[in-house]
């Protein structure tokens, strides 16, 4: 009896746990899995599975320093105006570092898979254990607005809106039933349709990013495979939501889904621009560069010039110039791809 009350309780616990927790974000394919680059253009910042924050000098493409962290570099970003550069590791914690310097000026732990709004000079983390999503000031770094998420609810991705003013963020896949008798529209792929079909469902949440405020919340029969292998993006009223295996979404403000065709099979890496318009992939020593308007999607592809030998080559991250004109992919097998906004390859080094 002793036993099976030890065990019912050891279930409840173990539940509860994965309830509250959330992985932190760390490079899923190895090599460098986070780029960023600064506001002026002229500085990149490289780390990922070799737990080094590297330095390059963006007109030389030459690696200019270097910083031994010790921990996995999941992703990295410079705030608005260039001064601090932002580091999150497998550890949870983000580390504010001078850019010029790169001295430590603050860690803030607890806080996972960063996303930044330029213009509104903010961001927005997941918190409390993945129970929370916190918008925090990239000026001074306090907190604006801590958002209590429902109760059970895990994350599978989170977006600010490019002025700071909205957050929206897609839970992980639950049990949903497929109603009777409601078949899936003609204009959805076989990837679309599985997804229609398997019984999962999602809840897409979009929060006033001051208030707290809950502004929707729609139930999807679509659904991905959790925060590090999913990229959300706004446009307009619509919620982008695209992922690892390229069965890419619309939701409009209704929750209406709309199918987002035209990139290629896999999403490993992935990108959007600080203003929402463009958003990338990356797979195998290739990608796709999506421009987006409501009216209007076109896909521009891309693939490295000088392929390796041996074990395949992944874009793993990405970082768009402030210009928009061009995007700096990083691989799993160490190297900095420079590609212009028309696919054309710019330059291929590695970072070491």
């Given amino acids: 009896m002793e ?64 910083h031994w962290h010790g921990a996995q570099i999941g992703a990295l ?33 607890d806080a996972d898979y960063i996303s930044l709004s330029m213009a509104g000079d903010r961001m927005a983390v997941l918190t409390g254990r993945g129970r929370k999503l916190a918008v925090l000031s990239t000026v001074d770094w306090k907190t604006i607005r801590e958002i209590e998420l429902p109760d059970g609810f895990r994350n599978g991705g989170h977006v600010l809106h490019p002025d700071g003013g909205r957050v929206a963020i897609l839970s992980q896949a639950f049990d949903h039933p497929v109603a009777e008798g409601v078949e899936p529209s003609a204009d959805l792929s076989d990837g679309h349709t599985r997804l229609f079909q ?97 009216d209007d ?10 392929r390796l030998p041996g074990w395949p080559e992944y874009f793993a991250g990405f970082a768009f110039a402030s210009d928009g004109k061009s995007v700096y992919g990083v691989t799993s097998a160490f190297r900095l791809i420079h590609i212009r906004i028309d696919g054309k390859i710019i330059a291929e080094v590695p970072v070491y």
């Fill in 3 to 66: 036993r099976k009350v030890y065990e019912a309780v050891l279930v409840i616990l173990t539940a509860l746990i994965a309830t509250n927790t959330v992985e932190a974000r760390r490079p899923s394919w190895g090599g460098h899995a986070a780029v960023a680059v600064s506001p002026n253009g002229e500085t990149i910042a490289v780390g990922g599975a070799g737990r080094t924050l590297y330095i390059v000098d963006a007109a030389t493409m030459q690696v200019t320093d270097r």
């Fill in 77 to 109: 970003a410079f705030n608005a105006d260039g001064s601090v550069l932002i580091m999150e590791d497998e550890t949870g914690t983000l580390h504010l570092l001078d850019s010029a310097s790169r001295a430590a000026i603050q860690s803030i732990k």
């Fill in 198 to 294: 398997d019984g999962k469902a999602s809840r897409l949440l979009i929060y006033d990013a001051d208030s707290g405020q809950l502004l929707a919340d729609h139930t999807l029969w679509y659904t991905s495979q959790g925060p590090d292998r999913t990229s959300l993006a706004f446009l307009q009223d619509e919620v982008i939501v695209f992922n690892y295996n390229a069965v890419n979404i619309r939701v409009d403000g209704q929750g209406s889904i709309h199918p987002l065709d035209g990139f290629p099979r896999f999403g490993y890496g992935r990108g959007i621009s600080a203003d929402h318009s463009q958003l990338i992939t990356g797979s195998l020593a290739s990608g796709a560069i999506g421009l987006l308007s409501p």
């Fill in 297 to 306: 999607f076109r896909v521009t592809k891309f693939a490295i010039a000088n």
